[in-house]
């Protein structure tokens, strides 16, 4: 395959230019909301365009753009689409998360849990958690996810994620997702590593009061509404009923663990 056109512009498109489609398009397929996404040079196409115009350029999902790419659907349909991207009319982008049939290991700043079903819990409200499906026997997350501004920004039931299409950007590149606040702030940053690990790489959240902060291999903060404070740098735990709680007087780590180290 060429890496230019006859126009000589190159096939790889800048990272400036995919940023503005995304947060045009709201993240997701212009046609089915999904969140993993390609990029397509809908009019003029590809081997026609001169420049890489993020108004030119739509966010389709694998199964669309091999539809489009058959000539299965029209360039007529991905441009009907493309100015009413279905993430911007729902308001979020989505996909799964793939958990399987075992609670997997769940990694959170500096620490790791092991067969704990509540990871995070805030002023009452379950931040991440796992249950098992009494009918697929499958488990299934669920979590909500705010910014340092109190704003819900992600969201997960059941394994179904939901990232709203009001952040200033959600990228994922491989099996990592960045949720972004501003340019170079991340708000959320998740890594699977399906079925035996789910891994939130950075966090910087504020519930009603309470502060959750944290990025991989530096620990992290819980905060109480009060003050109180825990900081956590490493920890290991194993068949816990619950990770940090974090109440409005108090913040506790590793509840009724068989298993804990620091
Ligand atoms: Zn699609």
Redesign the pocket.
Known sequence: MRNTNKHGLSRNIPAAVKREVRQRCGFG?V??G?AIIQYEHVDPEYADAKEHDPNKITA??G??HDKVTRRVWSKEKVIRHNEKPKCVVDGYASDFFDIGQNVPKVVFGGTEWIETPVIIEALGETILGLARNDDSGMVEMSGVFRNDDDQEIFRIENNEWKGSADNFDIDVVGNVLTVRKEKRKIALKIRVEPPNAFIVEEIDMLFRGARISGVRGQGFNAVAPDGSTIVVAGLKAENCAAGVIIGETSVSLGQRCKKLRL
């Open positions: 397929c046609v089915c999904l389709l999902c199964a669309c």
